[in-house]
């Protein structure tokens, strides 16, 4: 069972930058793709970035284009998302997911979800 964890969340003004961690307790992490999505109260589910097995290959959604940055760390067996120029739109709850492939899996389907981590935006 493959088990993610993000950190990095809280409260941030407009303007503002936040970087969210998501650790994977797995010991092949670099055989696995992986997503970061966002789920505002009362939306749906948004694809925010995705990253395939060596961070060779990157996808975004389009609300977050030239924003955000997905990277990942083999070593540390983390996936981060860096956020810039932060928006009040962008206040949701965040969450990590992996699937084991070596292809970027882009919008999903994903195998594996952390619990999410707040983001607000204040403006």
């Known amino acids: 069972q493959v088990q993610l964890v993000e950190t990095g969340g809280g409260l941030v003004q407009a303007g503002g930058s936040l970087r969210l961690s998501c650790v994977a307790s797995?010991?092949?992490?670099?055989?696995?793709?992986m997503g970061w999505f966002r789920q505002a109260p009362g939306k749906e589910r948004e694809f925010v970035a995705a990253?395939?097995?060596?961070?060779?290959?990157?996808t975004y959604g389009d609300s977050v284009k030239g924003r955000f940055t997905i990277s990942r760390d083999n070593a540390k067996n983390t996936v981060y998302l860096q956020m810039s120029s932060l928006k009040p739109e962008d206040t949701a709850v965040y969450y990590c997911?992996?699937?084991?492939?070596?292809?970027?899996?882009?919008?999903?389907?994903?195998?594996?979800w952390g619990q999410g981590t707040q983001v607000t935006v204040s403006s």
């Open positions: 997911a992996g699937r084991r492939s070596v292809l970027l899996t882009g919008t999903g389907p994903y195998d594996y």
């Open positions: 797995v010991r092949t992490f670099s055989t696995y793709a």
């Open positions: 990253i395939n097995w060596d961070g060779g290959s990157t």
